[in-house]
């Protein structure tokens, strides 16, 4: 088998970020939503960006036709087919409930309709909402609040969107609050922002996971701490490159994240948007900066090991990493 195809767990994807063209035509059928064009493969080019903002402002424009509760269970339903293909086991899934609350999009819709497409497939799904950063600290405190009564769709909290002016102490308040609540805690820093944004998200923010957390690499303090306490990295490679936080990805850091001992797994992020799902995140990532066998097998070990799921959910799949690792791997063209 193809080493990217090996069974693994995705924990940074956004299901708005799994928006394919093809549903938003869908979408803007069902919607009466005329767009500039219905033809998916127009809309796919046009998906080219300077910057994190440059694409934040595309995802929301696209995730404004997601509005019923068959929408967002379309969405997860047909992200879920091609992460199974992928070889993922295991998905935590990010959503961004305020982009759609603010729109009057009720949360019995958004969460309804994840969970139930989640609960239809073979893949361990738990959903992930994240705070809006453009929202800022009091809206953040405030929709967690809201989120709470639908405790039952979730797992954990993360901190998304605008990174640069705004940092992540304001947000403190509100996970301590997730925290209180028993739910897990991670959050998007040091994409766009700087080392010391990572360091004062450790302080503050009691995460047990950094999503990206490139930009940690220009601190050997940091790098340090992010070792020591074995905190692991959400790294997305098609990400980077899309949105210009690595120049190439022959240049990717993660060869030199794993030198420096720290905990990293290969993820999407956004594979509508960025050019591939997790397997060919894996696979380019292997192409450009020659990851061994053994290399995507470790790193496939580690995405359950940084997963939130159950010890005995984690082992099981560990060892059908290690079973299909040990069966003779080919490299096998894009699935
Ligand atoms: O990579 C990201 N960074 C911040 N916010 C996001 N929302 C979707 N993807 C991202
Ligand atoms: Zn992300």
Redo the contacts with the bound molecule.
């Keep these: 088998m193809d080493a990217a195809l090996l069974p693994k767990a995705e924990l940074?994807v956004?299901v708005e970020g799994t928006l394919e063209p093809e549903l938003v035509v869908d979408l803007a059928r069902r919607h009466g939503v005329v767009l500039p064009t219905t033809d998916p493969a127009a809309l796919r080019a046009a998906r080219r960006f300077t910057d994190l903002q440059s694409f934040l402002d595309q995802y929301y424009e696209a995730a404004e036709l997601l509005r019923t509760e068959q929408d967002f269970h379309d969405l997860m339903a047909a992200y879920l087919v091609r992460a199974e293909r992928a070889g993922v086991r295991r998905a935590e899934v990010?959503l961004d409930p305020q982009h759609h609350t603010e729109r009057g999009v009720p949360l019995e819709a958004v969460f309804g309709g994840l969970s139930a497409a989640a609960a239809a497939s073979p893949v361990s799904v738990d959903l992930v909402p994240c705070f809006l950063r453009h929202l800022g600290p009091d809206a953040a405190l405030e929709a967690l609040r809201t989120w709470l009564p639908h405790r039952e769709h979730f797992v954990g909290v993360g901190l998304?969107s605008t990174e640069v002016g705004n940092p992540p102490a304001a947000y403190g308040p509100a996970y301590a609050l997730a925290a209180a609540e028993g739910l897990h805690r991670t959050a998007?820093v040091g994409e766009e922002g700087t080392a010391a944004d990572v360091a004062e998200a450790l302080d503050t923010l009691g995460i047990e996971r950094l999503?990206h957390g490139n930009h940690s690499l220009d601190d050997a303090e940091v790098v340090a701490r992010l070792r020591d306490t074995g905190t692991p990295l959400t790294v997305?490679p098609l990400s980077n490159v899309a949105l210009r936080v690595v120049d190439a990805l022959e240049q990717h850091p993660l060869p030199a994240m794993l030198e420096a001992g720290l905990v990293v797994t290969v993820n999407s992020?956004d594979p509508a948007y960025f050019g591939g799902y997790v397997d060919d995140n894996y696979r380019a990532l292997r192409d450009a900066v020659g990851l061994t066998d053994g290399q995507l097998t470790a790193l496939a070990l580690a995405s359950f090991d940084a997963s939130f799921a159950e010890p005995a959910a984690k082992d099981a799949w560990r060892a059908e990493v290690r079973a299909a690792a040990s069966a003779p791997l080919a490299p096998q063209t894009a699935s």
Excluded: P, R, Y
């Design positions: 940074h956004h990010f998304d998007h999503d997305c992020d």
